[in-house]
């Protein structure tokens, strides 16, 4: 079953806006990872935040945690038109099972 | 860094026919590999996990006879769609964990469509 909602489900900005989406799940988790789907295509894997940590940035990424709410967020900061793509967030056992959110479709257009 | 190798990536085939789906790390031993199955425009959703050289773990809902999975080396587990239907067309991604880091790694997905 789906453990994460995500809002929101679609995003369009103009590049060099930032783009904002939230995750929210439901129970205790290990730790939480996003990832990236192009249309078709397999998943890159972003940045993994564990169940300890409250922040992590990786270049324009900026991932915060709080499991006091149950809830993550994605910043891209500075978008660019490449940025296009679906986001997951996906919470992860520590054995690797993952349980994904619904995606949110983000759109920067040039 | 860490490849894992899904074939084929896309096949067509008619209904009432298997496909065998094949998932492999390339320069890495997974102990435990995963398959999900992604219909358009929605999430990822976990069908199975598979250890190697024991029986998978089916997901609630997901028929383990319809979809055989084998997980016979640390290197390869295959996904096959037995007796395929127009339902099955999906998009189905495997990960692989290593088994010395934890580390956990995407296949590119395979797209079946069944006509």
């Known amino acids: 079953s789906q453990q994460g909602e995500e809002d929101p489900q679609a995003l369009s900005i103009q590049e060099g806006e930032n783009a904002t989406m939230n995750c929210s799940y439901k129970?205790?988790?290990?730790?939480l990872q996003w990832y990236r789907q192009n249309s078709g295509r397999g998943l890159v894997h972003l940045i993994l935040?564990?169940?300890?940590?409250r922040e992590k940035h990786s270049g324009r990424l900026r991932v915060t945690l709080d499991t006091s709410k149950k809830s993550s967020s994605l910043l891209i900061t500075a978008s660019r038109a490449a940025d296009t793509a679906s986001y997951f967030c996906?919470?992860?056992?520590?054995?690797?099972?993952?349980?994904f959110g619904q995606g949110t479709i983000l759109t920067v257009h040039p | 860094g860490a490849v894992v190798s899904q074939h084929p990536s896309w096949v067509i085939c008619k209904s009432g026919t298997s496909v065998k789906i094949e998932c492999r790390s390339l320069?890495?031993?997974?102990?435990?590999m995963f398959w999900y199955r992604q219909f358009p425009k929605q999430s990822l959703m976990l069908m199975a996990t598979?250890?190697?050289?024991?029986?998978?773990?089916?997901e609630q809902g997901v028929e383990k006879d319809k979809f055989l999975i084998n997980h016979a080396s640390l290197t390869l587990s295959t996904l096959t769609v037995t007796s395929a239907h127009p339902e099955d067309s999906s998009f189905y991604i495997c990960?692989?964990?290593?088994?010395?880091?934890?580390?956990?790694?995407f296949g590119e997905g395979s797209r079946l469509t069944v006509l």
């Open positions: 129970t205790s988790i290990n730790n």
């Open positions: 320069d890495f031993q997974a102990t435990t």
């Open positions: 990960s692989a964990r290593a088994g010395d880091t934890g580390e956990l790694f």
């Open positions: 935040i564990r169940s300890n940590e």
């Open positions: 598979s250890n190697e050289g024991s029986k998978a773990t089916y």
């Open positions: 996906a919470t992860g056992t520590s054995y690797g099972k993952l349980t």
